[in-house]
């Protein structure tokens, strides 16, 4: 069993930045295989793929939404960087960090490919 804890969110001005993390625990000896993502959520839209990195970190995929703007990394096997630059209200969510063994192509997009989901992290960005 694997969970993920995520941290960093929070109120910020619009064109502000925020950095989120997320730190798996468990069977981490196996995390470092698994392929990661940031997932956010409103209360009129369903889970909306944000961002997602390979467990080698040499692939990354982004939303049209955020491209340019966020920054997907990893540290080793247990720790996944969100960071948020020239943040818009659109921003305004609750980003969930999801994991999954070795997703490839369009899996990494897709919310229902991810077993491992952590708790959820508010973030505001005020006008």
């Known amino acids: 069993q694997v969970q993920l804890v995520e941290s960093g969110g929070g109120l910020v001005q619009a064109g502000g930045s925020l950095r989120l993390s997320c730190t798996a625990s468990?069977?981490?000896?196996?995390?470092?295989?698994?392929?990661m993502g940031w997932f956010r959520q409103t209360p009129v839209k369903w889970r909306e793929f944000v961002a997602a990195i390979s467990w080698s970190a040499g692939s990354t995929v982004y939303s049209d939404s955020v491209a340019g703007r966020f920054t997907i990394s990893r540290d080793g096997g247990t720790t996944v960087h969100l960071q948020m630059d020239s943040l818009i209200p659109e921003d305004t969510a609750v980003y969930y960090c999801a994991a999954d063994t070795v997703l490839t192509g369009s899996e990494m997009m897709n919310s229902y490919e991810y077993s491992y989901w952590g708790q959820g992290t508010q973030v505001n960005v005020s006008a």
């Open positions: 468990g069977r981490t000896e196996i995390t470092w295989t698994y392929t």
